[in-house]
């Protein structure tokens, strides 16, 4: 019996001792856990933003900083995502004539179809816009995201309205975003349902 209480006793003291450490290692792990989760997360949206929108230098520090507070990792991850997002919507672009295509290519009607008639697009249009996309590469010409065919936007460099044709010096290749940006004066059209941002929100940890 007396044994019996002594290895309760025993027992006791070496639990007492085991909790405080217990709750420190649990503490110690969240925080490496968190911080090793948001490095990874800055790793791969570096490197995602570099390959996948090569035109856009994106300032990553100042939100950094700015967020470094923020205790929720999730949460500080999309606080930046945020602002990635507007530095891409605010991305200055200035539209500029484009290349034309060889010359050899060009078929015996395209001078009289590069002429807008009653804001009525040309007959050779899905040429054109094919043509178009294969000059630049499959990408958009503002963010330097590939796209496909059936994705691209084909938009002009000086409107319409303005005197602009369906020449392919007039003619440039954009993404979904891009293109909305672009032909959008309203900042709140400009935020919507914007594809870099559920692109981005898939590398949240």
């Known amino acids: 019996m007396h044994l019996d209480l002594d290895f309760i006793i025993s027992g006791s003291i070496i639990i007492l001792c085991i909790i405080p450490l217990y709750i420190y290692r649990k503490k110690v792990y969240k925080l490496f856990r968190r911080n090793g989760d948001f490095n990874s997360f800055l790793h791969d949206i570096r490197i ?15 939100i950094i900083k700015k967020t470094e507070n923020e205790k929720d990792s999730k949460r500080r991850q ?64 503002r963010c330097g995201l590939k796209i496909s065919s059936s994705d691209a936007y084909v938009s002009f460099v000086k409107p319409l309205s303005k005197g602009g044709g369906y020449n392919f010096e007039n003619l440039i290749t954009l993404c979904s975003d ?28």
């Open 78 to 141: 999309i606080l930046i995502i945020e602002d990635l997002v507007s530095q891409f919507i605010d991305y200055e672009y200035e539209l500029q004539t484009q290349d034309c295509i060889d010359k050899d290519l060009l078929w015996s009607n395209y001078e009289a179809g590069s002429k807008p008639i009653n804001n009525r697009r040309p007959n050779d249009w899905i040429k054109r816009k094919d043509f178009t996309y294969r000059r630049d590469n499959c990408k958009c010409k």
């Open 48 to 62: 995602h933003l570099k390959e996948t929108y090569p035109n856009i230098k994106f300032e990553l520090n100042n």
């Open 178 to 205: 891009c293109n909305k940006i672009l032909s959008s004066e309203s900042q709140e059209n400009r935020l919507r349902n914007s594809l870099i941002e559920e692109d981005l929100l898939k590398k949240v940890i």
